[in-house]
């Protein structure tokens, strides 16, 4: 009875990952949909008529504020959105070995004696391996079942993206979340008095089909602002601390985190050290030559850690 349900879970599980794969292009669409109803309420409704047929001063500013700050807003959302859609996450090179492993003997990334406790206290076996993939994984590796392949230091698989968020696009997924969180809060504020006229007795200038595109992006833009300043709120403790989502799972019992080197170098292993490229999604060739975080194989340790090993 227990092998039973074990293999409907299973089978379950697995028409899940394979409905995930197939959201690809329709997810891709839905954002696109999303920014092209924002677009439309914004700039060629409300805003961009303001310029040409207001007759104030301040509105003409005020308008023409609205309207830079929203399409450079766009611009890097869009680049950042694509750039983590199309960016592979991290994949194991062929045929890697952990020589670091071999000659010091380190212990498992998630084994218990990573957070603080004997060797003993784990009976892990020091190289993990992926019986999925048939090969090593490197420290802070994980199993994707959608994208069926070990991504590094594998965070989540993000369905709004299409794509796993790792190593090699951490950084990409953080900018992404935070100027949509900036992007969707102007224009919130922006359509606010178009949202409180719809509710006053005042007759509201405007097509059934204009006025119920304003109020469709606010509602939305409201929803995503919302929902994702509590994701970039999570991810932020999670750059503080040097862990993903996973491991903050997985080691949520324990006290202690080999990886976190303080906040200043944790933020430095996501973001880079060029203070040039923290807002925008790249990295300097400096950077990837001073970071080894940053190829995903190689990560710094607490030096207390290494002593007790």
Known sequence: MILRSGAVMAWNVFRFCTALRGLGSIMILLVLGVVGVTYYAVV???YGPSIAGSSGLLDVLIALSVLVVFHCLLVMLLWCYFSVVFTDPGSVPPNWRPELDEERGEADPLTASEFGASPADSGNPI??????????KPPRCHHCSVCGRCVLKMD???????NCVGALNYKYFLLFLFYTFLETTVVTLSLLPQFIAFFSDGEIPGTPGTLATTFLAFVLNLAFALSVLGFLIMHISLVSANTTTIEAYEKKTSPKWRYDLGRKRNFEQVFGMDKRYWFIPAYSEEDFRR??????LEYPSKPDFDVHE
């Open 291 to 296: 970071i080894p975080a940053l190829h995903g």
């Open 156 to 162: 989540h698989h993000c369905v709004w993206v299409v």
């Open 127 to 136: 190289i993990r391996f992926c019986r999925k993939c048939n090969q090593l």
């Open 44 to 46: 060629l409704t409300n």
